[in-house]
């Protein structure tokens, strides 16, 4: 099992940065894709970043792509998402999340799942 926290949500204006944080536990954090999902106000969970185990692969939502980073530090087991250009529509609930397959950016797949950390960016 791995159990995991996020952190570094904020209120942010429009066109700023924020990066999260998501600490996991255990020992077996490597074998895990992790992903990055949010979730906003009547809306269903919908996926943002995923990175492979070693960190070597990155797949992104096209809402994101190029504005967004996943990166992971397996040695302190922690992944992370560098958030730019922020818009008001990226406001929302921020998960991180852990799976054991390969890829997948179905959030039904993933099996640990954070608490959730508040993004809102004001216009």
């Known amino acids: 099992q791995v159990q995991l926290v996020e952190s570094g949500g904020g209120l942010v204006q429009a066109g700023g940065s924020l990066r999260l944080s998501c600490a996991a536990s255990?020992?077996?954090?490597?074998?895990?894709?992790m992903g990055w999902f949010r979730q906003a106000p009547g809306k269903e969970r919908e996926f943002v970043a995923a990175i492979s185990r070693s960190g070597g692969n990155t797949w992104y939502a096209d809402s994101v792509k190029g504005r967004f980073t996943i990166f992971r530090d397996n040695a302190k087991n922690a992944v992370y998402l560098q958030m730019n250009s922020l818009k008001p529509e990226d406001t929302a609930v921020y998960y991180c999340a852990a799976e054991r397959a390969v890829y997948t950016t179905d959030p039904n797949r993933y099996d640990y799942w954070g608490q959730g950390t508040q993004i809102t960016v004001s216009s």
């Open positions: 255990g020992r077996t954090f490597s074998t895990y894709l």
